[in-house]
Each structure stands twice: as structure tokens, then as C-alpha cells.
């Protein structure tokens, strides 16, 4: 059974800085792609970055040169530095893994995925 745990969300102001983290068992870390995704109140959600099995990363314009997606094999968890926070970032953010990572950041190709950590951005 694939588990996919989040966490790292909590209130902050805007201007800092957070980590998010996903760990994820129950399948060959190694060999997926994985990604984050966020929701806000009333959209839809969105891509944010993901990263592919050989270390291929993608992310949305909005985050591109604030956030940082990496992934650590051995301890089988996913990051997501954020950097820069702005109010418009906050949301719960989701963590995934499949077998690809869409080029538009989709959800498709995204298999599994974990129950969101809460972000929450102070103006």
C-alpha cells in the first residue's frame, strides 16, 4: 500500500521562507516522478513543481526562482523550499508521485497522492 505523508505546513509572514516535506512508502521511490500541487479556497488546484525519476524538475512562473523542488532517494522524501512567500501562496499543498511529470504541471501522470499540509501566508 502506497502512503504519501506531507508536512511542513504552518502560518507564516509574508517575505519567509518554509520547507515542506513528503515521504513516501510503499513503492520504488527511485522510479517515479513527483510533484506538488496546491489548492486554494475556492480554485482549483494547480501545479506548483515536480521532478522526474532522473532529476528533471518543472515548475509553475509564479514560484519559478522562489521555490526549490529536490528529492532525496535514500530517505525516500520529497522537498519543496519556498522562499520569498507571498500571500497569494498560501493554500494546502499536495504532495504526488507517478510515472511522469506533465509539462504543463496537470495532474496527469500523478498516481498517488497525500492528504495536504497547510500553508498560511500573514500580509
Known amino acids: 500500500r502506497v502512503l504519501v505523508v506531507e508536512s511542513g505546513g504552518e502560518l507564516v509572514q509574508a517575505g519567509g521562507s518554509l520547507r515542506l516535506s513528503c515521504t513516501i512508502s510503499?513503492?520504488?521511490?527511485?522510479?517515479?516522478?513527483m510533484g506538488w500541487f496546491r489548492q486554494a479556497p475556492g480554485k482549483e488546484r494547480e501545479g506548483v513543481s515536480c521532478?522526474?525519476?532522473?532529476?528533471?524538475?518543472t515548475y509553475a512562473d509564479s514560484v519559478k526562482g522562489r521555490f526549490a523542488i529536490s528529492r532525496d532517494n535514500a530517505k525516500i522524501t520529497l522537498y519543496l523550499q519556498m522562499n520569498n512567500l507571498l500571500p497569494e501562496d498560501g493554500a494546502t499543498y499536495y504532495c504526488a508521485a507517478g510515472d511522469y511529470c506533465s509539462a504543463s504541471l496537470s495532474t496527469s501522470g500523478m498516481d498517488y497522492w497525500g492528504k495536504g499540509t497547510l500553508v498560511t501566508i500573514s500580509s
Open positions: 510503499g513503492l520504488r521511490f527511485d522510479d517515479y516522478a
Open positions: 521532478i522526474n525519476s532522473k532529476g528533471d524538475t
